[in-house]
């Protein structure tokens, strides 16, 4: 199983000659709930080894080995049939999610709301099962040949036409779970987590750091927090869990999390941590804003998130977010929250990622604040992240690795003394917050230690813009002085 790419390769292929299947979206949605029944099955193996007395959630008919296991097995209409008539019926409606026991399957349940059957050639469907039976995935080699597996359908994404809406590339989400440092007790939220990129490098950072018992194991599982709204990443998010020995990803949701009014969030519901790339340029639907104080009323996505993040972490709780440059210099509702994070927030670090971290998906520059609660912000350290030396630009290729990160963490210090130990140098400075202030609370503040640089900020440029045109006025009007003369002559 060596060969990732070409083993989703063949199977996409065979999709293709299906023609139920429409477009690369529903390959890869058939594509992950196949992989997810498999995943669960191999799963389910090592629990009724590990566990007395463990009863699947599925009735005995519909688990993978009892009908896709073998490759002999039932093929053309009869599997067709099976699976559009029995399989998913079930799975979306009549399994027991009431009751004691009952977490697995409603985690499956969830899974399935939003899930199809789009082959209409059972043979064809028989051929992409009998592809996916060939990885086992208790064993470590297969598994981590699907992490590999994983990369690849996020990167067939792409050609979808949304996967930037929710992959953020490895080396950014592993950077910042290192610096947020998770302690083990500490309740994490990612409430757009996607995929479940975040989520994983919290379980891997806990499971490295802290995890040495099965009790600490039981904690780690109860801390893990996630909401996403679309169904496919969602899907993908409960798998990558269960993958990580998150065996009943309850606490990963399917909903919007903005849907929920602020009002009705209680200190019980206040977490630790947030680790989120929240999509940004996005719209959400007519009603959302009425969920947020008046001040705070938008549709823009990205901001509505930024207004429930500060609400919902507790005091001292800590969060870091990545956000494109717009909010950093925009204006108005954008300039109301970010006096709310200066002042109810200690705003102590922006990384300034280069151009290129999330192509192919994007080419809009992004930042990852890192801020906590509780206290007002004294002062802003930046740090502007440079490209590897002979690096140009990230591509598929070439993506960004998290050991470019190694300088940002030598310099980074600890928080308990204000950050002493930092010093300003060729990618780091630090600005007090009487001069964001004075800025009206633009963020967007060039490194000064490197020449002249493009500036996108509006205000900028119209100033420019303004500029330049009495320029051009002012020669307009000398040379029509200069023809009038001439010509009254």
């Keep these: 199983m060596s060969n990732v790419s070409g083993v989703i390769k063949s199977i996409q ?7 139920g299947v429409d477009g690369d979206a529903q390959r890869i949605s058939q594509l992950v709930w196949l992989f997810f029944l498999k995943i669960l099955d191999d799963r389910e193996e090592e629990l009724e080894i590990t566990e007395d007395y463990y009863k699947s959630p599925l009735p005995e008919k519909l688990r993978w080995r009892n009908w896709a296991k073998d490759s002999e097995g039932i093929t053309g209409d009869e599997l067709l049939n099976f699976v559009n008539n029995e399989l998913f019926p079930t799975l979306k409606n009549e399994l027991k999610v009431d009751g004691e026991g009952s977490k697995r ?3 499956i349940k969830n899974v399935f709301e939003d899930a199809y059957n789009y082959m209409k050639s059972g043979t064809l469907l028989r051929q992409v099962i009998n592809k996916i039976c060939e990885i086992n995935f208790n064993a470590s080699s297969d598994r981590h040949t699907f992490g590999s597996i994983y990369e690849q359908i996020l990167k067939d994404l792409q050609s979808a036409g949304n996967a930037g809406e929710f992959y953020t590339p490895r080396a950014v989400t592993t950077f910042i779970v290192d610096r947020i440092a998770p302690k083990l007790e500490e309740t994490v939220l990612d409430p ?3 995929t479940g990129g975040f989520l994983t490098n919290v379980i891997e950072y806990k499971r490295e750091h802290f995890v040495k018992s099965t009790a600490d194991e039981e904690i780690l599982q109860k801390t893990i927090f996630g909401v996403e709204k679309k169904a496919l990443p969602h899907m993908l998010c409960i798998t990558n869990m269960i993958l990580h020995g998150i065996d009943v990803p309850i606490n990963v949701k399917h909903d919007n999390t903005l849907a929920r009014p602020l009002r009705d969030y209680s200190n019980a519901d206040r977490v630790n941590i947030v680790v989120t790339n929240p999509p940004f340029g996005g719209m959400e639907e007519d009603g959302i804003e009425n969920n947020f104080p008046s001040a705070f009323r938008t549709r823009e996505t990205a901001n509505l998130f930024m207004a429930l993040i500060m609400h919902i972490l507790k005091n001292e709780g800590r969060a870091a977010v990545v956000l494109p440059d717009g909010f950093l210099f925009g204006e108005g509702i954008q300039t109301r929250l970010k006096e709310k994070l200066l002042t109810e927030c200690n705003l102590h670090t922006i990384v300034r990622l280069p151009n290129g971290v999330f192509n192919p998906y994007t080419g809009i520059r992004t930042n990852i604040l890192f801020f906590t609660k509780g206290k007002p912000t004294e002062h802003v350290w930046y740090y502007e992240h440079p490209y590897p030396k002979g690096v ?12 470019e990160f190694e300088a940002e963490i030598k310099w980074w210090g600890i928080e308990k003394d204000g950050f002493a130990a930092r010093v300003e140098n060729e990618q780091a400075w630090k600005i007090s917050v009487e001069d964001i202030k004075n800025r009206k609370y633009n963020l967007d503040i060039k490194n000064p230690h490197i020449g002249e640089q493009i500036s996108h900020d509006p205000d900028e440029l119209l100033a420019q813009y303004k ?3 009495n320029e051009i006025s002012k020669l307009r009007n000398q040379l029509k002085g200069i023809l009038a003369e001439a010509l009254s002559k």
């Design 13 to 19: 292929d065979i999709m293709r000659k299906d023609v």
């Design 192 to 194: 757009a987590c996607g």
């Design 105 to 107: 399957a409603l985690v």
């Design 467 to 469: 500029e330049e045109q």
């Design 392 to 403: 140009v630009n990230y591509n598929k290729t070439k993506p960004m690795r998290f050991e």
